[in-house]
């Protein structure tokens, strides 16, 4: 009875609380086909409810949590017990992400400090979608041609404004990995193993383990940013510690199978310690939009070491000493009869690190909206990539992403697209050129 | 008898005729004073969106304003738009924010005559500005209730308009309906202004369309829960507060 009574009470006190929540989201399917003459077929199918609670139950406090249920599309049986699991959940693979949950403290002790804490995305910096500055929030490469998109971290973020001056403190105790594509994706973008095996090596199988930073204070990322207006211009400098979002190879063992030349790979991953340098500015001239965004990557010394099967000195490369500094310049205008152009020049793609690994890609976006904004044609969503200019007949890639938008009601939204993939063998698109998909995205929105 | 109609007729020159030739530049001052005259306003937007088949949308906004060059607006309807939030400052100094982006996104002058989310306001008809400012008024007619004022764009303002025919209420200073026309000279959106009443001494259109004869489409904007001078800070119309939540 006692208990019965303390639940009213809750349940009592929580109905202000409950009444001021909002909660809102969307339901959206994703499906993706690769179009291949011989082995086409689905790549992606994922449907998914995504939540988002909101409340502000004081004037100065503001709460938000961001919910994704997901149903990926594939069953994962590998033998009859996958299928005898009561979970189903190797018929119906499924996933529950927490992308967001923190809390707003406005004019915390002073006016004009803002606090977040709890799992937020943290996205800096004025280019569009690709941001060499921003680095605490992890990206999200699960889809590749998702630009952009991060991963919450669990983090504290103080923003102190007193305009036109802001000054924002960043600490992120434990890190937060990325997230990779799909192996035929990440392969491309990422090869984990070297390209030229050892001589006398044939290769069997490879093995990857993969060591995030322990959770320790030393390990703790940390991020500044200062930024202000000056003659009508949004100008910031940043300053971040932590570890580059991707792992690399620190070791790789070549393991003799037997006395022929088989061997097994086993690698070992770890997060290379960076520092980041940025500056990032936004503005316009006569109408066009402007904005140019650079950060300059400051790695500590990383090593790797490669132990050969059959030989009986190491090999050993450094990968990463001298800093590099990746940029994104972009403009974009609309013209008088509502075609809108957005480019950019990228000089480091998102997941490039060193300085002779940098690529420069152009990146043209062509827009109109027509029928009221009920329909959005981009007919020409184009990504040009040079690897080496010395010869760019023989070193370029692109990426030709075509997409129409239906919205025929309100919270309503379908897409349909492609992702168009050639190169040279080489360059990042280059080396996706069988990748060619469809895509088909309906969301609705409530 | 003759001093009382002196006296009449000294009365009737002083009260009635009191606006009795102005200027076209003084009377698009009027309405500019009389369109920034609140210290400060907050209102919800009702926006109705009609097709040329009757078919509705509709957006809910909340609105502040303070002077003539500052305003917030940010969106609560409909669920896919909830949160994006616009700013407008002066110098054409605008951001908008998309809450599933996590940033707050400058955006230059050029977006100024694009349409904003699906209405047929353009971010230029949303923005706040005075129009002697950036338009040479001209007197076409007087009526009984109204003047009628032709405004064209001053040279090197980036509008998309020939020009502008305004009716003026001679009584008020609001205007009644306006209308913009295009460069080949044809009528393109017609503005008109209703239900004009008076809020703390301050004349304010409670409901407002927007026509788009190109479009054949029309925007019904209807201001609720008016509040004027209630001193809006001015920490609302920064980065700081666009990136807040609903």
């Known amino acids: 009875m006692r208990s019965l009574k303390t639940l009213l009470y809750v349940a009592l006190l929580s109905m202000p609380l409950a009444a001021q929540v909002h909660l809102g989201g969307d339901l959206e399917t994703y499906n993706r086909y690769w179009v291949h003459a011989d082995s086409g077929r689905w790549t992606w199918n994922e449907n998914r409810l995504q939540l988002q609670l909101e409340a502000n139950p004081a004037e100065n406090l503001h709460l938000y949590g961001e919910f994704r249920l997901r149903a990926l599309g594939f069953p994962r049986v590998t033998g009859p017990s996958d299928l005898q699991r009561q979970q189903k959940d190797r018929v119906y693979p499924w996933a529950l992400e927490i992308r967001e949950a923190y809390a707003d403290l406005y004019d915390f002790l002073v006016p ?335 | 008898m003759k001093r009382w109609f002196l006296g009449y007729a000294l009365m009737m020159a002083i009260s009635v005729p009191v606006h009795a030739g102005l200027t076209a530049q003084e009377i698009l001052a009027k309405v500019d004073s009389v369109m920034n005259a609140p210290r400060d306003r907050r209102v919800r937007m009702k926006m109705v969106l009609i097709d040329d088949a009757g078919h509705e949308k509709v957006r809910v906004a909340e609105s502040y304003q303070k002077g003539d060059d500052h305003r917030l607006i940010r969106f609560l309807e409909p669920a896919d738009q909830r949160g994006i939030a616009f700013l407008s400052l002066p110098n054409d100094v605008m951001y908008v924010y998309f809450p599933a982006f996590k940033k707050v996104r400058r955006i230059a002058a050029h977006v100024k005559n694009q349409t904003f989310a699906g209405t047929d306001f353009t971010y230029d008809d949303l923005s706040t500005f005075k129009y002697s400012e950036e338009y040479n008024p001209q007197l076409l007619a007087e009526t009984d209730t109204a003047y009628v004022l032709k405004l064209t764009p001053k040279p090197g303002s980036d509008k998309d308009y020939a020009y502008l025919k305004m009716w003026v209420d001679k009584k008020t200073f609001h205007p009644l309906r306006t209308e913009f026309y295009d460069p080949s000279g044809n009528l393109w959106k017609v503005m008109t202004f209703r239900n004009i009443t008076q809020i703390q001494g301050y004349w304010v259109a409670k409901e407002m369309e927007m026509q788009d004869l190109k479009r054949q489409h029309t925007t019904h904007m209807i201001l609720e829960d008016i509040q004027v001078d209630t001193g809006i800070p001015d920490k609302v119309f920064t980065k700081r507060y666009l990136r807040r939540g609903v």
Do not use: C
């Open chain 1, 112 to 446: 004009g400090l803002d606090l977040r804490l709890g799992r937020q995305v943290i996205a800096w910096g004025t280019a569009d979608k690709i941001n060499p500055t921003s680095n605490l929030s992890p990206y999200d490469y699960e889809d590749f041609f998702d630009f952009g998109a991060k991963l919450g971290v669990n983090a504290l973020r103080a923003i102190y404004t007193r305009d036109p001056w802001s000054l924002e403190v960043d600490v992120v105790p434990v890190f937060t990995p990325a997230t990779l594509p799909p192996a035929e994706w990440s392969g491309a973008m990422m090869p984990l193993a070297p390209s030229q095996l050892p001589p006398l090596t044939v290769l069997r199988s490879t093995h990857f383990a993969v060591a995030t930073p322990e959770p320790n204070a030393e390990n703790t990322q940390v991020g500044v940013k200062l930024g202000t207006t000056l003659a009508d211009w949004d100008l910031s400098v940043s300053y971040y510690r932590g570890f580059d979002g991707l792992p690399l190879a620190d070791t790789i063992r070549f393991v003799p199978v037997d006395t022929t030349l088989l061997s097994d790979l086993e690698a070992h991953l770890v997060y290379p310690r960076i520092q980041v340098f940025g500056a990032d500015l936004a503005g316009s001239f006569r109408s066009v939009g402007l904005w140019a965004e650079g950060a300059l990557v400051v790695p500590e010394t990383f090593v790797q070491v490669i132990y050969p099967a059959w030989q009986p000195l190491l090999v050993k490369d450094t990968l990463l000493e001298t800093p590099y500094l990746k940029f994104v310049l972009g403009g974009d205008y609309t013209f008088k009869n509502g075609l809108y152009v957005n480019a950019q020049y990228i000089h480091g793609f998102l997941h490039e690190r060193g300085p002779d690994s940098l690529r420069d890609y152009f990146v043209v976006r062509l827009e109109k909206r027509f029928h009221n904004d009920e329909v959005t044609l981009a007919p020409l969503t184009f990504a040009a990539e040079v690897a080496d200019w010395d010869a760019p007949g023989d070193h370029y890639g692109y990426a030709w992403i075509p997409e129409l938008k239906y919205a025929p009601t309100d919270n309503l939204e379908i897409r349909l697209g492609a992702f168009v993939l050639d190169g040279k063998p080489g360059t990042l698109f280059g080396r996706m050129k069988t990748h060619d998909e469809v895509f088909l995205r309906i969301k609705v929105s409530f």
